[in-house]
């Protein structure tokens, strides 16, 4: 399968996207809740023009029948692009996984895996192309 580079678009919101994250921890810093991050990471979402949608339910399929209460997504932005947050410790693999997941539900290329609580957000930044 060849790779199929984002569009310009992609990659226009998620530079958007990597600038908000960095612009919440560099004024808020690591340590804080997960919520409170996110309620700032959309504020600066919002400040650049984007839209988002937080913690919406991705409903599954399974066996033909849908379920609501399948999986929650803590940041859709623009529709097209999946921001799973943490303020962890250590990020765990399963995580990548469920960005994978969700973007294969959604039918969407490109996630963020954003970890808040490290000392440098450049760290905590993974992109995840499917």
């Known amino acids: 399968m060849e790779f199929q580079p984002l569009s310009e678009r992609e990659e226009e919101i ?3 996207i990597v600038d908000s994250a960095f ?3 560099k004024n808020l810093g690591p340590g804080l809740l997960e919520r409170i991050y996110e309620v700032c990471f959309c504020h600066e979402l919002s400040k650049r ?3 988002y ?3 919406i339910d991705l409903p599954i399929t399974y066996d033909g029948i849908k379920f609501e209460e399948g999986l929650r997504i803590d940041v859709f932005v ?3 692009i999946i921001c799973e947050l943490k303020s962890v410790e250590e990020i765990n693999r399963v995580w990548y996984k469920q960005v994978l997941s969700y973007l294969s539900l959604t039918q969407c290329r490109l996630g963020f895996l954003i970890n808040f609580n490290v000392p440098l957000i450049k760290e905590g930044i993974k992109r995840i192309i499917k």
Do not use: Y
Request: hydrophobic share 40%; charged share 25%.
């Open 14 to 16: 998620a530079a958007k």
């Open 23 to 25: 612009v919440v921890h």
């Open 49 to 51: 023009g984007l839209h």
């Open 53 to 55: 949608k937080r913690q």
């Open 78 to 80: 623009e529709n097209l």
